[in-house]
């Protein structure tokens, strides 16, 4: 059989998680349909890299890497032997991992498809005390500089330390996306990194995105020869992001530094935090919440804030760089869904800058996507 990236990205997953349901793959390995999963699955089996097993009543096959794996995915563990009692457990875990994923990718995307999402959100913050009048004047100035750009470039990386079942992985992404207005048109390059068995394994991911009336549609390829496709609502997007741009949903915004450089240019340093009952609005002005995979919900008034710096050019009023701190909080958010949870975070840091305001480069999408 000829190995594909689509091969590493599942193989990775069933050695991080020790197994997998065949949704569950679907999911993290991005396959477009079930079908395909299920088509791929027999294949990797009958090459003898994956092992299917039954292992308790009323749940489906979990699937398995082999030894035989282990070697050709470069893969730092593999194994059988797991506990019947602790199934239906690790299955929840799991199914909470990807209850984030795919709530939190449309997020991603809308803040791809403007210039600064959540950026933009700071505007609509009330300021509580004489402190924050400057900081709130730098982003109001900021949401009337980008609010007609035609076009920008932004770079993201993200670094996080994640431990399943006592076994740490250290994944680092990086992103780097052209956007264009008027029509939406995108190109993100997705680079992830996994560390395992000594060396890293690299997943690259290209996408593009284009406006077409109403529709976005959207082109991914994980071998840059041949691309899914997918249509989604533009309006979904729009509307979501007229609603957090709108929403006081900040805390203790403030000015941390008045001149710094970043980038080679002269910013002041902003900082905030979303607070509980800040995170409870912004999930329900994004629909993120009362829909839990695993039926329960979360007291989030008791949990860390995130916190959130944003630089601005003291000159452009563009947004120059911006980071979000999301460790405590998503280990607090983690354990209020499944109790016991082997499943914990110690960094999950992200970074993103931007730059080429209205001078984005330009690209064509591929013959393929055509």
Known sequence: MKIVSRDYILMQ?????????????????????????????????????????????????????????KNVFNLDFVTTDVKIARIVHDIAVVDTAIYFMKKLKKQFLAAVLTAVMAVCAFAGTTPVAAATLSAKQYINKMAKATEKLKSYEMKMNMDMDMSVQGKTTSTKTTSTTIAFASPLKTKTVMTMTIPSNGKDTKIKVISYTKQKGNKLLQYTSTDNKTYEKSTLDLSDYSDMLSSVQTTDMY??????????????????????????????????????????????????SSLSPITISLWIDKKTYYPVKQTIDMKDFMNEYLSSLVADSDMSYSKIKTSVTYKNFNKATKFSLPKACK
């Open 251 to 300: 805390s203790d915004l403030k000015i941390v530094k008045n001149s710094v450089t970043v980038n080679g240019k002269s910013t002041v340093q902003i900082q905030a935090r979303l607070k509980g009952e800040d995170i409870a609005g912004l999930l329900a002005q994004l629909g993120l919440n009362g829909d839990n995979t695993q039926g329960t919900s979360s007291d989030y």
């Open 13 to 69: 997953q069933i050695s991080k998680w020790r197994f997998l349901l065949g949704r569950q793959i679907k999911i993290l390995a991005e396959f477009p349909s079930q079908r395909t999963v299920d088509r791929r699955i027999k294949i990797l089996k009958e090459a003898g890299y994956i092992k299917g097993a039954y292992k308790l009543y009323g749940v489906p096959a979990l699937y398995f890497a082999t030894n035989k794996a």
